[in-house]
Nanobody
Framework: QVQLIETGGGLVQAGGSLRLSCAAS????????MGWFRQAPGKEREFVAS????????DYADSVKGRFTISRDNAKNTVYLQMNSMKFEDTAVYFC?????????????????WGQGTQVTVSS
């Protein structure tokens, strides 16, 4: 497993932007598929976005497509989630996750390593 640390969460007004970062320690992320998931109070965890090991393939939940962008910088061992045009319903704890095969998926159970999460709150 790899240790993941998310940063960049906070409070933002509707329509605003935030960028989340997910940094790894102890192991390189360059061969891992990476995903972002979120969980709102009283709701199940849901897929947000994923990116394969090279960054050449990305996938987004319909609810964030066109507003969020996932990217990675393997030299910095970091994955990002740029969130624009944010909505109240984006409020949640956001988690990054790593998947050893390199081919990221929407299914959370396939990810072996998870960060502790970072709170994102969007005020309406």
């Amino acid at each position: 497993q790899v240790q993941l640390i998310e940063t960049g969460g906070g409070l933002v007004q509707a329509g605003g932007s935030l960028r989340l970062s997910c940094a790894a320690s102890g192991r390189t992320l360059s061969t891992y598929g990476m995903g972002w998931f979120r969980q709102a109070p009283g709701k199940e965890r849901e897929f947000v976005a994923s990116i394969n090991w090279s960054g050449g393939t990305t996938d987004y939940a319909d609810s964030v497509k066109g507003r969020f962008t996932i990217s990675r910088d393997n030299a910095k061992n970091t994955v990002y989630l740029q969130m624009n045009s944010m909505k109240f319903e984006d409020t949640a704890v956001y988690f990054c996750a790593a998947e050893a095969s390199g081919w990221a998926t929407r299914v959370g159970d396939y990810y072996e390593s998870w960060g502790q999460g970072t709170q994102v709150t969007v005020s309406s």
